[in-house]
T-cell receptor, first 111, second 113 residues
């Protein structure tokens, strides 16, 4: 079935450093979504990308969708301790009508 | 109201018990979902309801039985669970099953003893 591969699995950064997580698919994606899950919390929807080459920004977060719509990235500029959590990309499953999550990237930020 | 409410937040049940998880949303969303999440793993899809009808069952064992009484409510009935079923059970909703982000509830942390 449809799978999105996400790397890295973990990332430790010093507060103020940048962070990027990548999501890749072997097939073209109609859309990709990004979620954040704080420790002990639930996934929170961040954004959805639909268009080829799309770039969207939310304050210090920059989301990109590749030209071929097979990959995506989330970049955080100047991380803060509030950025700690797991970031998931999610894409449509086989046949559509459902969203399948990547493995997630756990971000640790040291103050 | 932009929330998905799940009850209970925590549940401990024996392997012979019958219990139900409840989920409610008042955003007018027409798609609702059950996900299961183990520690340090991504959410894993279990069921999809679209317009109150079950549209996807991801080969979930019959000891999990979903129910959608109306467009705002989603239940998950549990019976004869195994210890390996212990997990965080997340309910989510979206405007439809197409291109729309999911709103997740805070989940029910289930422990089967």
């Amino acid at each position: 079935g449809q799978q999105v591969m996400q790397i890295p699995q973990y990332q430790h950064v010093q507060e103020g450093e940048d962070f990027t997580t990548y999501c890749n698919s072997s097939t073209t994606l109609s859309n990709i979504q990004w979620y954040k899950q704080r420790p002990g919390g639930h996934p929170v929807f961040l954004i959805q990308l639909v268009k080829s080459g799309e770039v969207k920004k939310q304050k210090r977060l920059t989301f990109q969708f590749g030209e071929a719509k097979k990959n995506s990235s989330l970049h955080i500029t100047a991380t803060q301790t509030t950025d700690v959590g797991t970031y998931f990309c999610a894409g449509p499953g086989t046949g559509g009508f459902k969203t399948i999550f990547g493995a997630g990237t756990r971000l640790f930020v040291k103050a | 109201d932009t929330e998905v409410t799940q009850t209970p937040k925590h549940l401990v049940m024996g392997m012979t018990n019958k219990k139900s998880l409840k989920c409610e949303q008042h955003m007018g969303h027409r798609a609702m979902y059950w996900y299961k999440q183990k520690a340090k793993k991504p959410p894993e899809l279990m069921f999809v309801y679209s317009y109150e009808k079950l549209s996807i069952n991801e080969s979930v064992p019959s000891r999990f039985s979903p129910e959608c009484p109306n467009s705002s409510l989603l239940n998950l009935h549990l019976h004869a669970l195994q210890p390996e079923d212990s997990a965080l059970y997340l309910c989510a909703s979206s405007q439809n099953t197409g291109y729309s982000g999911y709103t997740f509830g805070s989940g029910t942390r289930l422990t089967v003893v």
